[in-house]
């Protein structure tokens, strides 16, 4: 990619492609073992179709890269009447960001909570503190509402597993078109925010989709069900093929 001015980066970029390649790859290959896919021209199109049919009507927790659209996914949700369950995080708030995004707090409130069992599920993620309190899993797990939440995969696994894995939470992963389009979407959002708040370099950049990106073969380990985020079209198209609820 010539948005590179580097060599050792545009060679770190490449080493991340090959990675997520290989890891989607992976993931197909899977699906299309496991859940009976027939192997066509466009996986993509077969797993969509796949993940559409097996959705359950209650909850969300969404997942992806860095870039893969999480926060249309979430816009998309409480138009549909769904109510996002904010995290717990240690970094600083982003300028468009609130309460209502997440729990903003310091290292040392996050290990008081920690050491207390307020927060019951926690992980460092690109060197952050991200955590989830006990009483959004007990939402999670009892509620008849509808809730979402955007978590990385490790968190997200967890969460699953401790609101009993038949709770009826559509575990979602995003996928950009291409690791090229996830890298535009990062560079736009931090250059759109460099006049209010310091945006990532692309060492920064590349740092988290080295992080990011060997999370995807952990998908497997649960009933993750996998959508591209290639336009909103998709997306609104997941909400209307939730099945009613009873």
């Excluded at 931090?190 to 708040?197: A, Y």
Aim: aromatic content about 10%; overall charge negative; hydrophobic content about 35%.
């Amino acid at each position: 990619m010539e948005v590179f001015t580097s060599d050792r980066n545009l060679e770190r970029f490449l080493q991340i492609k090959n990675t997520y390649l290989n890891q989607i790859t992976n993931v197909f290959q899977h699906s299309a073992k496991i859940d009976g896919i027939v192997e066509s021209d466009n996986l993509v199109k077969d797993l969509e179709l796949f993940s559409l049919g097996a959705l359950k009507k209650r909850s969300f927790i969404v997942s992806g890269i860095s870039g893969a659209g999480k926060t249309t996914f979430g816009n998309i949700a409480q138009e549909n009447g769904y109510i996002k369950i904010p995290g717990v995080t240690t970094r600083k708030p982003r300028p468009e960001e609130n309460n209502n995004d997440y729990i903003f707090v310091d290292e040392n409130i996050f290990m008081d909570w920690v050491e207390k069992k307020e927060i019951i599920i926690h992980r460092k993620i690109n060197g952050v503190w991200h955590g989830i309190l006990r009483d959004s899993v007990e939402k999670f797990s009892n509620s008849s509402e509808l809730f979402f939440m955007d978590r990385g995969v490790a968190c997200a696994i967890d969460l699953y597993r401790l609101s009993g894995s038949n709770a009826g939470i559509n575990l979602i992963y995003l996928f950009a078109p291409s690791i090229e389009e996830l890298y535009r979407r990062i560079k736009n959002r931090e250059e759109s925010r460099c006049e209010k708040f310091v945006g990532m370099s692309d060492e920064e950049i590349l740092c988290r989709f080295e992080e990011e990106v060997v999370d995807i073969s952990k998908t497997l380990l649960v009933n993750y069900l996998y959508f591209v985020n290639d336009k909103i079209s998709r997306i609104e198209k997941l909400f209307k093929n939730l099945p009613n609820s009873n």
